[in-house]
C-alpha cells in the first residue's frame, strides 16, 4: 500500500529540487521516494553487518596462547 505524506520545505529549497528533478527526468516525489529508501537501505546493511560481526564473535573464541613472560622481564634492559 502506497501513503501520501505532506510536509513543509523551503521555498528556495523546492525550487531547487524541482531543477534537480527536471534535469534528471523525474519528479519531487520520485527524489523524496528513492531518497527515503535508500535510508531505510543503509541502515538494513548496517544491521545485517552488525548482526554479522557479533555472531562472529560469538562462534570465535579468540585464543591468545599461554603467558611466557613475566611483568619483571618486560622491563630488563
Keep these: 500500500m502506497t501513503r ?8 528556495e529549497i523546492l525550487q531547487k529540487v524541482r531543477v534537480l528533478a527536471a534535469h534528471r527526468r ?4 520520485a527524489l523524496v ?3 527515503l529508501k535508500s535510508l531505510v537501505g ?3 546493511e548496517m544491521d545485517e553487518a552488525r548482526a554479522k560481526l557479533l555472531k562472529l564473535a560469538e562462534e570465535r573464541a ?9 611483568r619483571e622481564d618486560l622491563y630488563d634492559r
Excluded at 523525474?26 to 516525489?29: D, H, I, L
Excluded at 579468540?62 to 613475566?70: F, L, Y
Aim: proline share 0%.
Design 26 to 29: 523525474t519528479s519531487v516525489n
Design 4 to 11: 501520501n505524506i505532506t510536509f513543509a520545505v523551503d521555498d
Design 42 to 44: 543503509k541502515d538494513s
Design 62 to 70: 579468540g585464543d591468545m596462547g599461554t603467558k611466557s613472560w613475566k
Design 33 to 35: 521516494r528513492d531518497y
